[in-house]
Every structure is written in structure tokens, then in C-alpha cells.
């Protein structure tokens, strides 16, 4: 039987309240293209060198060869645009759209994203032309993606968007991810959802048309006013007609240009002489929509609104460069010998992240942290679990008999461990023994974080996890104490 496979109905010509948050008329979603670094380059494994989205006219790939002005470009983004848009935006609710290999080379970047507050999702493995991928090979890329976002991040993506798919895209990101929703659709002002095999997925659709990537496409703006023009006209009918949802595009090398954030600056500056605009991240208008719009619900109920999460703030640690000994020149011995404690008592740790891509980037408390975490994940359930028996308990027997290294000794006495009264010293030993006794590891927090009171309020409230969802959160905490650990070393 021949069938149509293509929606040309959508919502139909009254579509559903969306119930906005706090009666807003309209949702506004910034999304930052993250690219830089995930380009086609032949350093990359990849045949020819990038001709897409940049400033050169009529670029064209180079078979074989580096082009040296394309990449400066793109670099450009990353080491210049990126952060004057996070000046511009870091108070702003956005979107990243971060491709997976160019978030992994650019972990401080990436630690000034979650440092703002800002969502990452996937934007697929690198930025290169999925059509012709072999289906399994698209699969196994997308496979990829998603992992080396979670090793990048720290959790996996809740939003994918690849830009340069092929048919199969929506269906093989569904299938592979845990996605709460996908952005890879044009297709309408409002989520909507489609069914893919025998499960629902949430479409959440961007654009092309109020995107920067204008500015490097003959159908394009000249200038920042024409582009700030159209942004504003957008905005203003969306605005009247209420209810809608608009996405803007933005990349590092394109929005991130002097002139043209200039232009994003006084859109931004109209978009706030407005009562009634909901900016939000991908991740929140698609849980406020699953909120009000379930999926074959017969009623339509009432929006709450969404709170983010607290956020820990980015580091702005000073970087000492051109010393010759920066991490990524260390030989093995020397990096392991500087690092190896970082892991209590697991040098392997150390070990395994030198053997991965590390640059001028990893020179940092941020990149080394992500590269550490990284190698730290990907070690055994067993490998884990020894780390975390390595830990001494807080104010432990070790602790009285003066045994423990000297980070763990500088930790706890941090957080006045090291001045406990009777009472206080058999309260935490009581409690040491009924948590390992439960877990089987001791309990592990990065105590700079916290005073004693904190600590204590943690161990109770922790004690009663389940030792699954306890080991994750002590490797978690494992992570936070490496990062402290090398804040506190001299860079």
C-alpha cells in the first residue's frame, strides 16, 4: 500500500495553547553552535578540509591538505567568539549545541558553559556531512557521539541536533539516546512529536532562517542591522500572536565576530523591554511541554514553573603557559609522577589520561580535571571501587594516628575535622561503620565544599542510598575532590 510519509498537517490551523510559564506569549530558545574542533580536517581522520559555514566566499574542500585560513577561522570561534558571546550570555538561559570531539578539545569552554548554566546537548560526533553514511556507520557515529558527550560533560545528552543528517538521522539518534527531545525538523513554531518504531519522540524544531549562518551563505544578511531587523520582525510577530516558540542560531565564528554581537546585543536589549518572554533551554520547554502536553492525554493541564538547578561556578584560575612543562609535553614518568596522587592511591588514573589527546587546553585545573574524569570513567567497576576503598574515612583511625596523605590531611582539616570533640569523634566513627558496612567503601565528600555541619548533614542523608545509586555518587564526589586537588597545585 503506497503511503505519504510526510506531516504537512502538523498542529493545524489552531494549535495548542502552550501554556507558557507564568502566562508568557512567547519561548525564546538561543542556541550556541559548538563546532570548533569538530570540523573536517585531516587531522581529524577526515579526507579534505572544511568548506562550510565561514567567512571565506566559494570555499571549497582541499583533498589530502590542511587549509590554513579555514581553520583559523573556526578557531577564531573557540578562542575568541565563544567568549565574548559568554560575556553577552552567560546570565541568559542557552542552548548549546556542542558537536562531541570539538567539546572534548575544548574542555574550558565547556566548564564556562555549565559554569553559566547553560544546557549541552549533542551536536552530533563532528560537523561533517552525514547523507552519504552507511546506515551502520551513522548508527555507530551517533554511538560514539553519545559517549564522548557524557565523557566531555559528565552526563549524557537530553537534546540532539546533527544539521547535516541524512534520512536516517532522527530515527537512528532516537533509537541510540535517551533523548528528551531532537531538533533535527524545521518544520514548525511549537514541539511537536513523532512515532518511530513503537515509541513516541519528542521533536522540538530549530531554524535556518533566524540563524547567523546567514552571514556565510549567498542568501544571506551584509551586515548586523539587517540581521538584528529580522530578528526583531520574528520576535514581534511571534510576540502578537502569542503562544509560539522561537529558536535562534548562533555560532562562535559567525555571531561571535565584533560587529555582528553587537547586533545580538540590542535584539537581546528589545527582547527585554517586553513583558511576558519565557527564555529557556531546550531541556525546559521540552519538559514544560511533556508538563502540559503528554503524550495522548485527553485534557491539557495548567504550566508550572521550572526551576534550574544551582550550578557550580567556573573557575577563573589563571593559566601560566610557555614554561615547557605543560601537561601535554610531560613524558609519562613525569606526568604520572605529578599527577598520580590526584586519585588517592591510584596512579592509574593518571597513567590512562596521559595515553589520551591532550593539548595546550589540558593545561588547566579544567581540562586536566575533564581528562582525569574521563579516564576515571572508563575504568572497571572494580578499578572504580578500589579508588574508592583507597579513601581514608573522615576522621578516621588513619586521621588520629597522623597516616593520612597530606591532600587528605589538608581536606579534613578544612572543614575542622581535625578538632572534633569526643562526642563529635564517635559520631563520625559510628558512622563510618554502618556505611561501609552497607556499601563497602568509606564514605567520600569533597569536604572543602562543605563545614562540618554539611558533612554531617550529607552522611546522614546519604547512608540510606542504595549502594548503586551510592557508588555513583561518591565517584562523583572522587571527581570533585581531583578537581580541588589540582586548583591547589601551582600551574
Not at 94 to 104: D, E, I, P, S
Not at 258 to 286: C, N, Y
Not at 424 to 440: D, M
Not at 441 to 459: E, M, N, Q, S, T
Request: hydrophobic residues 40%; charged residues 20%.
Amino acid at each position: 500500500m503506497n503511503r505519504y510519509p510526510r506531516d504537512m498537517l502538523g498542529h493545524g490551523p489552531t494549535p495548542p495553547d502552550a501554556h507558557w510559564p507564568g502566562g508568557a506569549r512567547i519561548a525564546l530558545s538561543l542556541v550556541l553552535n559548538y563546532e570548533e574542533g569538530g570540523e573536517n580536517n585531516i587531522l581529524h581522520g577526515d579526507a579534505a578540509s572544511e568548506a562550510f559555514l565561514s567567512e571565506i566566499t566559494g570555499a571549497q574542500p582541499w583533498p589530502g591538505q590542511r587549509h590554513w585560513n579555514m581553520e583559523s577561522i573556526y578557531e577564531y570561534g573557540a578562542r575568541a567568539g565563544f567568549w565574548r558571546l559568554h560575556r553577552i550570555l552567560h546570565d541568559t538561559p542557552v542552548t548549546v549545541y556542542g558537536v562531541a570531539t570539538a567539546l572534548l578539545r575544548s574542555p574550558l569552554q565547556v566548564e564556562a558553559m555549565q559554569g553559566a548554566g547553560w544546557e549541552i546537548a549533542s551536536h552530533g560526533l563532528k560537523w561533517v556531512e552525514h547523507k552519504d553514511m552507511p546506515e551502520d556507520e551513522e548508527r555507530a557515529a551517533i554511538r560514539e557521539a553519545l559517549s564522548l558527550h557524557e565523557a566531555a560533560t559528565g552526563s549524557p545528552p537530553r537534546g540532539w541536533y546533527t544539521g547535516r543528517c541524512s534520512n536516517n538521522t532522527v530515527r537512528l539518534a532516537a533509537e541510540e539516546g535517551d533523548l528528551a527531545y531532537i531538533s533535527d525538523s524545521y518544520a514548525d513554531d511549537l514541539p511537536y512529536r513523532v512515532r518511530i518504531g513503537d515509541r513516541s519522540q519528542l521533536i522540538l524544531p530549530y531554524t535556518l532562517d533566524a540563524n547567523d549562518m546567514r552571514f556565510a551563505i549567498q542568501a544571506g544578511h551584509a551586515d548586523g542591522a539587517s540581521w538584528e531587523q529580522y530578528l526583531r520582525d520574528s520576535f514581534d510577530c511571534l510576540y502578537a500572536e502569542g503562544g509560539r516558540m522561537m529558536s535562534i542560531g548562533l555560532h562562535c565564528r559567525l555571531a561571535g565576530r565584533p560587529g555582528r554581537a553587537m547586533a545580538l546585543k540590542r535584539f537581546l536589549d528589545h527582547v527585554r523591554s517586553h513583558e511576558g518572554v519565557w527564555i529557556a533551554t531546550r531541556e525546559q520547554i521540552a519538559a514544560h511541554w511533556n508538563r502540559v502536553h503528554p503524550e495522548n492525554a485527553g485534557h491539557v493541564r495548567t504550566g508550572q514553573d521550572i526551576t534550574r538547578d544551582a550550578v557550580p561556578p567556573l573557575s577563573d584560575r589563571p593559566v601560566t603557559a610557555g614554561s615547557g612543562d605543560m601537561v601535554h609535553e610531560l613524558t609519562q614518568e613525569a606526568f604520572v609522577a605529578r599527577f598520580g596522587g590526584i586519585y588517592e592511591h591510584s596512579p592509574w588514573v593518571a597513567e590512562r589520561a596521559w595515553q589520551q589527546e591532550l593539548g595546550p587546553a589540558h593545561h588547566h585545573p579544567a581540562g586536566l580535571s575533564a581528562a582525569m574524569a574521563r579516564a576515571f570513567a572508563a575504568g572497571s567497576q572494580q578499578e572504580r571501587h578500589a579508588v574508592l576503598t583507597a579513601h581514608p574515612d573522615l576522621a578516621g583511625k588513619l586521621a588520629a594516628a597522623g597516616e593520612l596523605t597530606g591532600d587528605s590531611t589538608a581536606e579534613q582539616a578544612s572543614a575542622g575535622l581535625d578538632m572534633l570533640t569526643a562526642k563529635e569523634r564517635e559520631t563520625f566513627q559510628s558512622l563510618n561503620t554502618a556505611y561501609v558496612a552497607k556499601h563497602g567503601f568509606p564514605f567520600i565528600i569533597a569536604v572543602r565544599d562543605y563545614d562540618k555541619a554539611g558533612i554531617l548533614a550529607a552522611f546522614h542523608a546519604r547512608i540510606d542510598n542504595d549502594s548503586e545509586a551510592e557508588f555513583a555518587t561518591a565517584c562523583a564526589q572522587v571527581n570533585r575532590i581531583a578537581r580541588l586537588r589540582l586548583e591547589a597545585l601551582d600551574w
